[in-house]
DNA sequence: CATGCGTGGTA
DNA sequence: TTACCAAGCAT
């Protein structure tokens, strides 16, 4: 990420934040976890589930998740065999254990609310740089930070002049977005949330729309005419069809389903390669979502 | 610091 | 159709 020193504006900071606040406010989309009488626990959950996967996909299961876990404490009740199953397909099964066991952790050391320091937050399963300080920041108004690969793109492109972010750098990602934070807690708030917003709807990855861009006129990336990425490509992500992530979910899916010991018969339906059956068994059981027991395989219930 | 980890939408 | 991308995290 290019230092603020190369940009021309002497003040960016203040006129993007001021920019990017006065459109969120009448921009931002209602999502349910950004209701003013929502809990911290509601936003947490939303945290989890964000994590690598789209609003649309998310608000549904979000809403199912809090009629029927409206605390940690009600989580921390059920075996995590439920949590994955209300997963369901939202992807990466592995954010359904650790938001149990980030209840658990809720209940057990601090009385079942979520807390507030940032630090406590860190110490929590499943929660790093991003969540923690979301929480804090959405949850309970605390001043941070809060840098998702939406605001790392922002910030590239407005402040650093290029396409695209490059590879994650957490310390440099929090300090580029400190610079830009404003002083005021609620409009710090307002605009961790609005450059979000911001790069999932309008500065996008693949087609932004410049047009309707309510920061144009202070993009340093707009100003040098939209030169091309030039930096290093993030890795290519594997083929999905065929590999043993593939066998991964379908794997989950017999387990979620079955509410009973699934047999290595029934698994080697499912995925046919013995090789790449076994992989996938064996990492499942290697991250705590499937154990093995009497009669083949099953979901933890405990 | 690079990888592996699900699933589905979009160009 | 294929490839990219998505409110990251743990190891």
Known sequence: MPTLATHADPAPSRSIAEAVNRWFAGAARPLPWRAADVSPWAVLVSEFM???????RV???????????????????????????MWDRLGYPRRALWLHRAATEIVERHGG??????DALLALQGV??????????????????????????????????????GPPATARDLDAMSSLLPDDAAAARA????????????????????????????????????PEYDGPRRARQARFEGSDREARGLVMRELRAAHRPVAPRELADVVAEPGRLARAVDGLVADGLAVRVEGGLALPEA
């Open 59 to 85: 608000q549904p299961r979000w809403e199912e998740w809090m009629r029927r876990w409206p605390t940690p404490a009600d989580l921390a009740a059920a075996p995590p065999s439920e949590a994955v199953r």
């Open 113 to 118: 609310a979520v807390p507030r320091d940032l």
């Open 191 to 226: 605009f961790n949330a609005g450059a979000m917003e911001l790069g999932a709807t309008v500065c996008t990855a693949r087609s932004p729309r410049c047009d309707d861009c309510p920061i144009a006129t202070h993009c340093a990336w707009r100003a040098a005419g939209y």
């Open 50 to 56: 964000l994590q690598q996967t789209q609003v649309a």
């Open 128 to 165: 790093g740089p991003y969540t923690a300080r979301a929480i804090a920041a959405f949850a309970f108004g605390e001043r941070h930070p809060v840098v998702d690969t939406n605001t790392r793109r922002v910030i590239a492109r407005a402040v650093g002049g290029v396409a695209e972010a």
